[in-house]
């Protein structure tokens, strides 16, 4: 090992002392930022990941739809499923109805889905916690659990749907009845818009409560792994009439995706700013090194060492500081990370805030994901900082001449 590097070592990690001071507030303060940076990035990365899993859980990769209702589905599904990248596809229809149970009302938005081919590109069995998806025929229903625990329905119980259709017999002077269907499940997703707000039915049902005769509203489509969604898209829309339009989950959900994608690397460019205050922090402490130990590097010089020696020894300070605190603060960060959940719920207790999480970000538990690339970002920076944080010292110490710091006082 070269003498200055050997020489930084002990300057950071003096002989006889435990942990010296001045280390240990320069690693804590890098480290701090560092936590601090996973924390928010990885949160920030678990919502958009959480977003695309229950969007391409919902809906598909891609989605196909009409102008208006599409006609002769079979036909369109045939073509569909003929183009290369397609796994899967199924059809749906959907709009909003009235449902009531104990003369307790909502409105949620209802999906009549194809049961035989849905699982082929929704994994709804996984999300049904109470009841099967096997059960479901066309006079029955599946209710999402908040929706449930609204009108206070059980699986076995009966509600009564009216649709849009219905509203439009009664101005005809047409008496016309509710379609009274059996809960034959509650499923949860995890998402509370999702949670409370639909209902699903068999694509027959929906097409009677809505009179379309055969039509549909779309189709869901499942893609090869690894296959990018755009791509896929494109080519469905090769493939298909001009009045079909496929679009992926990236494109229905741009808004969304762009605003979270803004946020957080706002984020990322606010927060660096706490490791170049602690960066700061560590180049004082080292001017203050170099003012302190001037003969001795006065002593450095007369023995024979280089200036750019002698400014490597600071420079490869700033290196150990930014390469422990980023070691520091990353695990730090990941066991907040770990118990965000019960630090979460601690923190709306005590501000009476439970229901905040979900209603305004719409998830139940805080989601995280390390992303790599968002990681690899975080080891560099910080290094890069902390070594430039060396910088200045090195320069000071580099332009000591020997004579005169050795007369130094």
Known sequence: MPWYLYLALKQLFPTGKKFPFFTAISILGVALGVA???I???VMSGFGREIRRW???TTGDVQVRGEGPVDRPADVLARITRVSGVVAATPFAEGVVMLEHGLTPAYPAIEGIDVDHVTGVIPLEQYIHYGSLANLDDDS????SQLALKVGARVGDKVELYSPLLIERLKNDEVTLGRELKIVGIFEIGHQALDSS?????LRTMQDLYGRRGAVDGFNVKIEPGLDADTAASRLNAALPPSLHARSWMEINHDLIFILQLEQNMIFFLLTFIIIVAAFSVTSS???SVVRKTREIGMLGALGGRPRQVAACFCFQGFLIGVGGTAVGMALGRVILYFRD???AAFTRITQSEAALERFYQFRQLPAYYSPAYMRAIV???????TLAGLLPAWRAARLKPVEALRSE
Not at 380 to 386: D, G, N, Y
């Open 36 to 38: 601090v940076l996973v």
């Open 40 to 42: 928010s990035t990885s």
């Open 55 to 57: 969007t391409v859980d």
């Open 141 to 144: 229903i599946i209710v999402s």
């Open 198 to 202: 639909i209902v699903l039915v068999t």
């Open 286 to 288: 080292l001017l203050i």
């Open 342 to 344: 019960d630090l979460i």
């Open 380 to 386: 560099i920076c910080t290094i890069v900082i902390s």
